[in-house]
């Protein structure tokens, strides 16, 4: 459970500086995943010791993984090869975390043994049946609460076949979790996706020596792959930059450099959507880090217009609408988000939240059915608001505080530690 700490954030007269995020999210909960089920040795530097990875890590742990802790952000897991893993003794806690439930569901249910995996308060309203559905169609013994829907969920692994499944929703965590039955069993499993979700799966498991096809419109396995143990380097998470890039083009008289963030296309949307706004970020010395392309992001203050944002770039940027909707609200005109009804049940619904705390700032925001409209250009008045748990939205009020008027008191703000332990320190340290 996290703290209740609130926090006051003041104006801010510019952020200058240089700094590095924390490791990707995404990609730490998969480092340790197909470490773990790898053969042999990972060292894994870079990861991200948020509370979410926390999860994964201990969920492993407790099948029998053994990890060394070799420094504040580097892991030496020795993995036990697909039929390694040993039957939990007890619940697996996913905590917060989404990512840890749905996509190691896909990776028990393949697994010749028993367990159950739950969750903290919001885990536990999350919909499940979007990947007990295809586990399902594939053989897989799943119960969940709320008619096999939701959390805790009890998973008697084993006895998979193969499928193609079309999924109605562009989830990586949805596409994770079957490819990640899928290589485990002999056959060829395909997921097809509406609009391509992240392909952080698809591109680890390549890095690990399996063979895994992404194509237009989704990606393809043949099992059983055999993965081996690599060193992996996880870059800096985009979806945490994204608060320092909004910060940083609000706020006048601002210029940060963040060093080594991941750039990944399939996760770059926000940078898409604050340049197609107007915004002077520059992607400087591009290189690639175990599979993945990095760059540095150079940010300056600047004027924003409002845009339209649909489609295919919802995927893209489906964390970051909480910050964008900050962003549109110090851009002239008016910005319109569709076609992004997942927002509604990301770890709180992020469309009512943000257009709560916002509009009691003072935004011009209404809430639409897949999305939010924001009339930009007025200016935030200070007040109390309320993270509502959610990691993101506790950060993104906070960027918002930057330029409100008067003081900006922010109640809940320990969900942070799930996706962001230092953000605050970081906040801090670059005000002008
Ligand atoms: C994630 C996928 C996204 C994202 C989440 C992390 C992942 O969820 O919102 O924070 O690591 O696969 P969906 O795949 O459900 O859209």
Redesign the pocket.
């Known amino acids: 459970m996290h703290e209740f700490e609130s926090r006051t954030i003041l104006k801010s007269s510019g952020l200058r500086g240089e700094i590095t995020v924390p490791g990707d ?2 990609i730490s ?1 998969r480092a340790i995943m197909f470490a773990s089920l790898a053969k042999g040795e990972s060292r894994v530097r870079g990861l991200l010791r948020g509370e979410d990875c926390l999860s994964t890590l201990k969920a492993f742990q407790a099948m029998g993984v053994a990890v060394v802790e070799t420094a504040a952000d580097e892991l030496i897991i020795q993995g036990r090869g697909l039929d390694g893993l040993q039957e939990p003794a007890d619940v697996l806690d996913c905590g917060n975390s ?2 840890t439930m749905r ?1 190691m569901s896909g990776i028990l249910a393949a697994q010749p043994f028993f367990s159950v995996l739950t969750g903290d308060q919001y885990l536990r309203k999350r919909p499940m049946g979007r990947v007990i559905e295809p586990l399902r169609q594939m053989g897989a013994k799943i119960l969940g609460r709320a008619g096999n829907a939701k959390a805790p969920l009890a998973i008697d692994g084993g006895g998979l076949k193969p499928i193609e499944y079309r999924s109605p929703v562009a ?4 596409k ?1 979790a079957v490819l990640l039955a899928g290589m485990q069993i002999e056959g060829t499993t395909t997921v097809y996706e509406p609009h391509l ?2 392909d952080h799966s698809e591109r680890m498991l390549r890095y690990f020596g399996a063979e895994i096809e992404s194509f237009e419109g989704g990606a393809r396995v043949t099992g059983p792959v055999a993965l081996s143990g690599r060193e992996v380097e996880v870059p800096g998470d985009i979806s945490s930059a994204a608060f320092f890039l909004v910060a940083a083009l609000i706020v006048p008289g601002s210029e940060l450099l963040l060093k080594n963030v991941g750039v990944n296309p399939t996760r770059s949307g926000i940078i898409d959507i604050l340049q197609q706004m107007g915004g002077s970020i520059e992607l400087l010395n591009p290189r690639e880090l175990s599979g993945e392309p990095v760059a540095d992001l150079l940010v300056k203050s600047s004027n924003l217009q409002g845009i339209e944002i649909g489609g295919e770039l919802v ?1 893209r940027a ?2 970051e609408f909480p910050v964008v909707s900050v962003a549109a609200a110090f851009a002239a005109g008016v910005t319109t988000i569709r076609d992004a009804k ?1 927002l509604r049940v ?1 770890e709180t619904d992020r469309i009512a939240a943000m257009c709560e705390t916002l509009g009691l700032l003072g935004a011009r925001i209404a809430p639409l059915e897949d999305g939010m409209q924001i009339t930009g250009g007025q200016s935030l008045t200070g007040g109390k608001v309320n993270s509502f748990g959610d990691h993101r939205i506790a950060m993104s009020l906070a960027v918002a505080a930057l330029r409100a008027d008067a003081a900006v008191e922010i109640a809940d703000t320990g969900c942070t530690a799930t996706s962001f332990p230092n953000f605050w320190q970081l906040l801090a340290e670059i005000q002008g």
């Open positions: 999210k995404s909960h989404g990512t996509v989830s990586a965590q949805v994770s979700s992240r995927p489906i964390d997942e990301k």
